[in-house]
């Protein structure tokens, strides 16, 4: 498994609940594009409507050497799920305050994946206290390589 992109501050700005892999339907010129690690996922999201999983807001940037063909680099893309997952996301999403986001995108043999998310989002005050105890094991560390060393 080769990771292309992850968005970290998935992890910083919600609550992880549960994940799903996914594929998703690219163009050869995306694929080739994504190879070179051209992805962006950090403000993307993902919907569900009609039956169908979509990403939005996933940039691509378009492959240089293209020649005819070239898709948005913001296009709706549709994920590949199966129907049971669709339903479970779907109706959890409706529900107040969750939301579906990719959180990797990497390539599993020879296929593109996406790992989702369907997460909670975090107040202020729980981002302080992520950052506070990210701190407190930074010191604790330091203390003891420190204390190691001796």
């Known amino acids: 498994m ?13 609550f992880i ?58 296009r709706t893309r549709k994920l590949l799920l199966n129907k049971a997952e669709i339903l479970k996301l779907g109706s959890k999403a409706s529900e107040q305050g969750y939301s579906i986001i990719p959180t990797k995108v990497y390539f599993k043999g020879e296929f593109i994946k996406i790992e989702i998310a369907l997460c909670k989002g975090k107040k202020l005050y729980d981002k302080r206290d992520d950052l506070q105890k990210k701190d407190i094991k930074r010191e604790t560390d330091r203390e003891i390589k420190n204390l190691s060393a001796y």
């Not at 992109?5 to 910083?12: G, L, P």
């Open 2 to 14: 080769k990771i292309i992109a992850t968005n970290k501050k998935a992890y910083f700005n919600y």
């Open 17 to 74: 609940e549960d994940t799903f892999e996914a594929g998703i339907m690219l163009t050869g010129s995306e694929v080739k594009s994504l190879r070179g690690g051209n992805i962006n996922i950090n403000d993307s999201f993902v919907q569900v409507r009609d039956g169908e999983a979509t990403i939005k807001n996933m940039h691509i940037a378009p492959y240089e050497k293209a020649a005819e063909f070239i898709p948005e680099s913001r």
